[in-house]
């Protein structure tokens, strides 16, 4: 059962594009929603986070946007640049109910900027 | 100022044997999670750790497996009697108090076992 889902395995821009990586969820309770990016051998580096009461949040090239009532969420990257050339990772969190805070990750959308 | 530090990077471990996985927190954080990714998965949640105190093991497998953060010194993460099923990598990450849902908490480069 994936509660969140990244439908797309791989994404191809174009440098100076706009690159939009999206997110599908199914659980009504999760109450945040993050952005990792991840080189291969590293691990997963935080980028952006939303509140499930915002519908969109911003930080210099980065926009994440959420439609709660299509349980959607997006992430667009302008403009693109080759080191954006990764794995994005949606994550979602919900409060456990045993004092912390859980992050359900998706399996992740391969992005090639080419130059 | 050292990110997440965890080791060993790699680890080989045949059928049976018992692996441990440290992790370092960033200076000053106190608190400890682990995730596990299994080969073209996306990280689940494994235990969520204070010194000296678990807070969350829902994520852990009944059976093999245990986290412990001692007051003194990295966590661990022990895996008893590996199957080929426990490759996969591991990932630690940690914050420095309780924190809520948005906080895009800082993970270690992971550690990769592979189990022959």
């Known amino acids: 059962d994936q509660q969140v889902k990244q439908n797309s395995p791989s994404l191809s821009v174009q440098e100076g594009r706009i690159s939009i990586l999206n997110c599908d969820y199914t659980?009504?309770?999760?109450?945040?929603f993050l952005w990792y990016k991840k080189y291969p051998a590293e691990g997963p580096t935080f980028l952006i986070s939303?509140?499930?009461?915002?519908d969109k949040n911003e930080d210099g090239r980065f926009t994440v946007f959420l439609n709660k009532s299509a349980k959607h969420l997006s992430l667009h990257i302008v403009p693109s640049q080759p080191g954006d050339s990764a794995v994005y990772f949606c994550?979602?969190?919900?409060?456990?109910?045993?004092?912390?805070?859980?992050?359900?990750f998706g399996k992740g959308t391969k992005l090639s900027v080419i130059p | 100022n050292a990110g997440v530090m965890q080791n060993p990077r790699h680890l080989v471990r045949r059928r049976g044997q018992e692996a441990r996985l440290r992790c370092s927190p960033m200076?000053?954080?106190?608190?400890v999670y682990w995730y596990r990714q299994l080969p073209e998965e996306g990280l689940k949640f494994m235990v969520y750790?204070?010194?000296?105190?678990?807070?969350?093991e829902s994520g852990m497998p009944k059976e093999r497996f245990s986290a412990e953060f001692p007051k003194e010194g990295p966590s661990i993460l022990r895996i008893q009697q590996v199957v080929r099923g426990d490759s996969a990598a591991y990932f630690c990450?940690?914050?420095?108090?309780?924190?809520?849902?948005?906080?895009?908490?800082?993970f270690g480069s992971g550690t990769r076992l592979t189990v022959v």
């Open positions: 990450a940690s914050s420095p108090k309780r924190v809520s849902g948005g906080y895009g908490y800082t």
């Open positions: 659980n009504s309770m999760f109450d945040y």
């Open positions: 939303i509140s499930s009461i915002k």
């Open positions: 994550a979602a969190s919900e409060d456990s109910g045993a004092g912390s805070y859980q992050l359900t």
């Open positions: 200076k000053g954080h106190s608190h």
């Open positions: 750790l204070q010194k000296e105190n678990i807070i969350d």
